[in-house]
Structure formats: C-alpha cells, structure tokens
C-alpha cells in the first residue's frame, strides 16, 4: 500500500483513515477544500430524502434489509473497519439474491397476464 494515496486524516477511533487521498492528501470526507461541496451534497440529499422515500416503498422489504447492510459497508470499508474483499463478496451475494427475486417477481407477473388473457377468451 503506498501511503502517500491515503488520506491523511483519522477516523473517529483514532485510526488513519484509509479513504483515498484527492490532491490535497484527504479524502471526499475529509477534505477541508471539499467542505462546501459536502454541505452542498448533505443539503441535496435532504431534497432528495423524499424521493429517496419513496422509491425505499417500491422495493421488496427483504432487499431493503440487504441495502441498509450494504450502504453500512460502504462506510466500514471507508473507515477501515471492514475488509474490502469482504464487502466485495457481500455486493456478489447482494446482487445474486435481487437476480433471484426479480425473477421470481417477473415470473409471477407473467403468470397473472397469462391469467387474465386465458379469462378473456
Ligand atoms: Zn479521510
């Protein structure tokens, strides 16, 4: 690992954080020069929430587990916490159990078309 491509800041344990250094040697969380764009972005995704809301309705409940898990991981391999490989192996699974509910979703759609076109014969 080359230490100069690591962010040059500690994470709340104390720990260097191991983000990946942007030019000024922090990371997006870090980065003083950075700070009024995240407050743009934490502002946006309060806009956002609603949409966001809304779209958490749409999905299946299981899979909503599934996405709070991985969005945990995404900020435990950012701090360090979590083995990237880890949370690799975690977005195959993750991506393998949405392939199989939205066939079986898919399935059972058709099913109910081919219902309804055999009752209006
Ligand atoms: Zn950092």
Same mark, same amino acid.
């Given at each position: ?47 956002? &929430?609603?949409?966001? +809301?809304?779209?958490?309705? /749409?999905?299946?409940?299981? !899979?909503? =587990?599934?996405?709070?898990? %991985? #969005? ?19 977005? &195959?699974?993750?991506? +393998?159990?949405?392939?199989? /509910?939205?066939?079986?979703? !898919?399935? =059972?759609?058709?099913?109910? %078309? #081919? ?7």
């Amino acid at each position: 690992m080359i230490e100069r491509n690591r962010c040059k800041s500690t994470t709340s344990t104390g720990n260097p954080c191991k983000g990946l250094a942007l030019r000024d040697g922090y990371c997006f969380s870090h980065s003083p020069s950075l700070e009024e764009k995240r407050d743009q972005a934490r502002s946006q995704g309060g806009k956002n &929430s609603a949409k966001i +809301a809304r779209l958490r309705s /749409l999905v299946p409940p299981r !899979l909503i =587990e599934v996405y709070d898990k %991985l #969005e945990n991981a995404l900020g435990e391999v950012h701090q360090g916490k979590l083995n990237p490989g880890q949370a690799q192996a975690m977005a &195959s699974i993750a991506r +393998a159990m949405v392939a199989v /509910l939205t066939a079986g979703e !898919l399935e =059972e759609r058709v099913r109910s %078309l #081919e219902d309804n076109s055999k009752e209006n014969r």
